[in-house]
């Protein structure tokens, strides 16, 4: 039934690829964000009340400050003041990182959806779309330049996107050529080697540490402005689906964008399978995100990279 409706049609195939761009640019920038921390040996659970954080802030700098980029600002300050508490709590006193987490992802739940309640329930405003920047010449690639309706929905997307992805390539480089991807990896691997070596471990998984939190702020910001919106529980777990990405990728920044793509489009499936005549039941569709990382965890879980040091505290001279 699926084959006789057109499945493997152009339509369905561009669709479900920009859909899956449209979906999983929240993802991208926050499983690099875990990616960074990670790699430092910092086990981030809180990246949802992050997320949410940076998508309340972000829809609050663009609501008020009539820039999307305001509004991505704002999401970065809010996800990197999140991570302040994983910084100081887990990375400088020792605490357990899932616990602190735990903590920082109730929090931000809580936290937006008072303020959200508080200050918007009545009026309950939106954004604009924001603004989309083509690339020129890729609408002749077969198949995936394909227009509907007289657009081009996968070369056609907020500069955010593009960066995203130059900063993924930026990233890959940063780890496997410089001393700071040297030093990430030895606060991860071996954090008493960077140690000896005079390089502060604290100071190494601080840094990770803010920065993860400032990409998922960003990432939570992004899903906000391109919605035009925020409600309670916006983000619906796709922060505890940044932390797969980021193991599945075993630390490499492009094949989080990769695997960010392919959840992305089971977010967004309902669209394409709708064009081509196939309708899922909402429950179905619900549970259909979370069952492809069952499935991805199945297949590639062997696979995962994970620091030898990931989530245990630093304390110089202990073994």
């Known amino acids: 039934m699926i084959l006789a409706s057109g499945i493997w049609t152009q339509v369905f195939w561009t669709t479900a690829l920009a859909g899956g761009l449209f979906a999983g640019v929240p993802?991208?920038?926050?499983?690099?964000g875990e990616t960074i921390s990670e790699r430092a040996g910092v086990l981030n659970i809180g990246l949802?009340?992050?997320?949410?954080l940076g998508a309340y802030f972000g829809f609050l700098g663009a609501y008020y400050g009539h820039s999307v980029w305001l509004g991505y600002l704002a999401g970065i300050a809010a996800g990197a003041a999140a991570s302040v508490f994983m910084v100081v709590l887990c990375v400088w006193l020792g605490l357990d990182q899932i616990v602190v987490g735990i903590a920082i992802f109730l929090a931000g739940e809580g936290v937006t959806s008072v303020l959200y309640q508080?200050?918007?329930?009545?009026?309950?405003?939106?954004?604009?779309?924001?603004?989309?920047?083509?690339?020129?010449?890729?609408?002749?690639?077969?198949?995936?330049?394909?227009?509907?309706?007289?657009?081009?929905?996968l070369f056609n997307q907020p500069l955010?996107?593009?960066?995203?992805?130059?900063?993924?390539?930026?990233?890959?480089?940063?780890?496997?050529?410089?001393?700071?991807?040297l030093n990430l990896r030895a606060a991860g691997e071996k954090p008493e080697a960077l140690d000896a070596a005079g390089v502060s471990v604290v100071a190494t998984r601080s840094y990770a540490a803010l920065a993860t939190g400032a990409l998922a702020?960003?990432?939570?910001?992004?899903?906000?402005?391109?919605?035009?919106?925020?409600?309670?529980?916006?983000?619906?777990?796709?922060?505890?689906?940044?932390?797969?990405?980021?193991?599945?990728?075993?630390?490499?920044?492009?094949?989080?964008?990769?695997?960010?793509?392919?959840?992305?489009?089971?977010?967004?499936?309902?669209?394409?399978?709708?064009?081509?005549?196939?309708?899922?039941?909402?429950?179905?569709?619900h549970i259909l995100p979370f069952a492809s990382i069952?499935?991805?965890?199945?297949?590639?879980?062997?696979?995962?990279?994970?620091p030898p040091a990931l989530a245990l505290p630093y304390v110089r001279g202990a073994r």
């Open 27 to 32: 993802l991208m920038f926050t499983a690099l």
């Open 48 to 52: 949802e009340g992050m997320m949410l």
């Open 118 to 153: 508080t200050h918007f329930s009545s009026t309950q405003p939106s954004l604009g779309a924001p603004p989309e920047n083509a690339i020129p010449l890729l609408d002749r690639i077969p198949i995936l330049g394909k227009p509907i309706n007289g657009e081009f929905p």
């Open 160 to 181: 955010i996107v593009y960066l995203g992805v130059a900063f993924a390539v930026v990233l890959t480089w940063t780890f496997k050529s410089t001393n700071i991807g």
């Open 217 to 285: 702020g960003l990432g939570g910001a992004y899903l906000a402005v391109v919605t035009g919106q925020f409600q309670p529980f916006f983000t619906q777990g796709q922060g505890f689906m940044a932390i797969v990405i980021a193991m599945l990728a075993r630390g490499r920044p492009l094949g989080a964008v990769a695997f960010s793509l392919l959840f992305g489009i089971a977010l967004s499936i309902n669209d394409p399978l709708q064009l081509v005549g196939v309708n899922l039941k909402p429950e179905v569709l």
């Open 294 to 306: 069952i499935v991805a965890l199945i297949l590639f879980a062997r696979r995962a990279y994970l």
